[in-house]
């Protein structure tokens, strides 16, 4: 079976074309057509801007991906459904559903979050899902979300906890924004720290690790924010040094919490994605304590092959009307 895969959920135009058989997938292409240069102007993503911009690259980028797959032909339609900017899902909805009417092909709605789990099913580069243990703990830290989600199988999640205010990757955005290095802001704070590594470490600043010794599996990440502005303001600080703060702070409370999660619900495996998943640190101090699953970086980020993939589990949940649901949960 031959899926179409589209994502137009935040500010990256995704469509991807796989082909699936027995729950293996093969990508034939996954194109990402990033908006980052448009937003990097204003330090974050406008809705209207990236809604404007997804009705400009979608028919482009379709062709792109049925030109690298070299075959036009497929038998479903997935589609982000939610959550995401609604202007935004729209787009990639009315794309959706006028390809299903014209080439009388069903479709199926999908869930994005969902969707940065099962990008680590895509076969090939992980372990199939024939082969991951459950019940499985996800820690799903993305631009717009920070969930750890108790997955039992494919369907079958449970929201253990959130985050009350900002995102992880968010909290990344805000501060780099604070510290004048652009959009997206979590690539732009790794690098810098990077730099800090073959630096003094005299320099060192102490930032806090918010909600890490609570009894529950919530986040709250604005006050480090907070907790930046204000150093920023009041006293002299080295930039690398306070990249390497901020990443260090937000890597201990995710690690802390998910393992936390994974002990008390006795899982057997840790799922991560989204697209702070795509940190290096993350990744390491991570592997150090758990055998963790992770996509490759380019799958953490949004892309179409999640959405694809997600789409093929759900198949039979095919319709005619879609709707957009920011706020969808799993
Ligand atoms: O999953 P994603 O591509 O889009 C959403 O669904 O939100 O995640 C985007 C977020 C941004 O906040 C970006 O700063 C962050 O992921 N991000 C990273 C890295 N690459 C992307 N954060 C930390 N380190 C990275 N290497
Ligand atoms: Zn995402």
Redesign the pocket.
């Given at each position: 079976m031959k899926i179409l895969a589209i994502d137009t959920?935040?500010?990256?135009t995704c469509i991807a074309l796989l082909e699936a058989k027995d729950s293996y997938f093969k990508i034939l292409s996954n194109i990402v057509s990033s908006q980052v240069k448009l937003h990097a102007k204003y330090g974050g993503v406008y809705p209207f801007l990236a809604k404007r911009e997804h009705q400009k690259n979608l028919p482009f980028v379709f062709k792109k991906a049925l030109r690298q797959a070299q075959g036009k032909q497929f038998d479903l339609i997935g589609v982000t459904a939610g959550p995401?900017l609604e202007p935004c899902l729209w787009q990639g909805i009315n794309f959706a559903q006028d390809l299903s009417e014209k080439f009388k092909i069903p479709i199926v709605p999908v869930n994005?979050i969902e969707a940065?789990i099962l990008a680590n099913f895509i076969d090939g580069f992980t372990k199939s899902i024939k082969s991951i243990k459950f019940p499985a703990v996800c820690l799903i830290?993305?631009?717009?979300?920070t969930q750890l989600i108790l997955m039992k199988g494919i369907g079958d999640y449970k929201i253990l906890g959130e985050t009350r205010d900002d995102?992880?990757?968010?909290?990344?955005?805000k501060v780099?924004r604070i510290l004048g290095l652009g959009?997206?802001?979590?690539?732009?704070?790794?690098a810098n720290v990077a730099k800090y590594k073959i630096q003094n470490t005299r320099y060192k600043i102490q930032l806090p690790r918010p909600m890490i010794h609570q009894k529950n599996y919530d986040f709250s990440f604005s006050g480090l924010k907070t907790a930046v502005l204000y150093k920023v303001r009041s006293e002299k600080y080295n930039k690398a040094a306070m990249c390497a703060e901020v990443?260090q702070a937000?890597i201990d409370v995710l690690i802390y919490k998910t393992l936390k999660a994974a002990k008390d619900f006795r899982v057997k495996s840790i799922i991560l994605?989204?697209?702070?998943?795509?940190?290096?640190?993350?990744r390491k101090q991570f592997k150090n304590k758990f055998d963790i699953i992770v996509p490759p970086?380019e799958f953490?980020?949004?892309?179409g092959a999640m959405i694809g993939v997600t789409a093929y589990f759900h198949r039979l949940k095919k319709t005619k009307e879609i709707k957009a649901e920011a706020n969808l949960k799993i």
């Open positions: 959920s935040c500010d990256d995401g994005h940065h830290v993305s631009g717009g979300h995102a992880a990757g968010e909290c990344f955005d780099a959009y997206p802001g979590g690539p732009a704070i790794a990443q937000i994605g989204g697209g702070v998943a795509a940190n290096n640190e993350l970086e953490c980020t949004d892309n």
